[in-house]
């Protein structure tokens, strides 16, 4: 496999599928240092389809676990303004933003958790107005996948770490696509096919949904009215489609914010800042988060639930059928961004407005007589497999099977 030739189809089918760059945009990319190669070849890309500027905002994960080892409680919980007037800047000039994830899904592991929850909330309080507008879909953006040798060897434990990379390479590449003879063709009659599942949930105006698994999942979820299921292609504020996720294999929508009762048990471990939580359940009642425990990270699981206003709510529900291409693969990846994409999947905290009728235009002040959460954070946790039963009831009474086995029955 040569990888230059698949960076350059890859960048190409994220800046002109995903992203779809053209003349004028200011393109802000943030990336792992050991993704620079990749990089290059997205910045090259942007530039040739017309980009008039492309900031690149590079991180290292190992001095960030250094500036977490040494700093304190308190120095990490203030956020310096020149960063803030970076990100409102470029979002003000109508940038689209690329993120790359790769980072180590334990680089936390040891380090004090009150930190890093400080640092999250300060850093969700210092951005919130441009997380905001992210979320809104003001502007383009997008999240792809890089590997590194730490995330590599976490998901090949058995391989040493060149051999690793390469091979996580070569997963994260089948699951865009970029084997098949024309990945963009690919893409674009897959976002069709999302779009086919999403239009049948909007009709049908559920009232809410069941889910129910052999794990123990037994939940009833509220739909809000007006609610909007959305597939893999959005629009911006400004018209422009656009893909969030490369790779995408959800439909998702937003709860009622009070309407979420029973209890739901994951089925994919949580990579969440770096810290490991698994074997957990979240018990509801009318929204809120009653009950719960974890065998694995259950202290960072207290910190998700507690770091923010509404944190211990649903933002997001989003249906994925077991029988992925990325599921398929039976590689457990630690990365939400890939896990997500291969099991049904709900999000604590903030939820997208866009994914209401008119939610882009209505004041957060009002976010809650919708039934919108807002808050903070964003926390996507799996719950799906193969055994994952969902039924919907329309406002008329009517049971519908959206679910069986795991998989859309529609």
């Known amino acids: 496999m040569n990888l230059e030739k698949m960076f350059d189809k890859y960048a ?13 945009d200011i393109l802000v990319i943030r990336s792992p240092i050991e993704a620079s190669s990749l990089t290059e070849n997205l910045v090259k890309k942007a530039y040739e389809e017309g ?18 080892t040494y700093e304190s409680e308190k120095t990490l919980s203030q956020v310096p303004e ?11 000039k109508k940038a689209k933003y690329l993120s790359i994830t790769g980072g180590n899904p334990e680089l936390f592991k040891g380090i004090d958790s009150s930190k890093i929850k400080a640092a999250n909330v300060a850093n969700g309080i210092a951005f919130k107005d441009f997380s905001e507008k992210l979320m809104s879909n003001y502007t383009s953006w997008c999240v792809i996948g890089a590997a590194t040798k730490a995330w590599a060897t976490k998901v ?16 994260i590449f089948y699951t865009v696509r970029l084997f ?24 049908n105006n559920f009232r809410y949904l069941h889910y129910k698994s052999k794990k123990g999942t037994d939940l009833i979820v509220e739909l809000p009215k007006g609610y909007i299921f959305v ?13 969030a996720n490369v790779p995408s294999e959800e439909v998702f929508s937003l709860p009622h914010k009070y309407g979420v009762n029973g209890i739901v048990y994951n089925t994919k471990p949580l990579n969440h800042n770096g810290v490991i939580v698994d074997k957990f359940y979240l018990k509801f009642k009318d929204g809120k ?18 770091s923010a206003k509404d944190s211990d709510r649903l933002g997001e529900i989003a249906l994925v059928p077991y029988d992925s291409p990325i599921s398929k693969r039976n590689i457990l990846f630690f990365n939400t961004l890939y896990d997500e994409n291969a099991s049904c999947h709900f999000a604590l905290g903030k939820a997208y407005p866009t994914c209401l009728k008119g939610g882009e235009n209505i004041d957060e002040k009002d976010y809650d007589k919708y039934g919108i959460n807002d ?31 795991g998989n859309f029955a529609i």
């Open 12 to 24: 190409d089918l994220v800046i002109k599928c995903a992203l779809k760059i053209k003349a004028g």
């Open 51 to 68: 980009a008039k500027k492309v900031q690149v905002d590079y991180s290292d994960e190992n001095i960030t676990k250094l500036k977490y």
């Open 82 to 92: 020149f960063l803030i007037e970076k990100e409102n800047y470029f979002i003000n």
């Open 156 to 171: 090949f434990p058995d391989l040493d770490e060149d051999e690793a990379k390469l091979k996580l390479w070569e997963e």
């Open 180 to 203: 098949d003879d024309d990945p963009v063709e690919s893409m674009n009659k897959h976002i069709e096919n999302l779009d086919k599942y999403a239009e049948f949930l909007n009709k």
């Open 231 to 243: 597939g893999s292609e959005e629009k911006n504020s400004f018209g422009e489609d656009f893909v």
């Open 289 to 306: 988060v009653i009950d719960f425990d974890a065998e694995v990270g259950l202290d960072e699981l207290k910190n998700i639930l507690s």
């Open 375 to 405: 808050s903070i954070v964003h926390v996507d946790f799996m719950v799906g497999d193969e055994s994952t039963q969902i039924t919907g009831q329309r406002w008329d009474g009517t049971i519908v099977k959206i679910f069986e086995d």
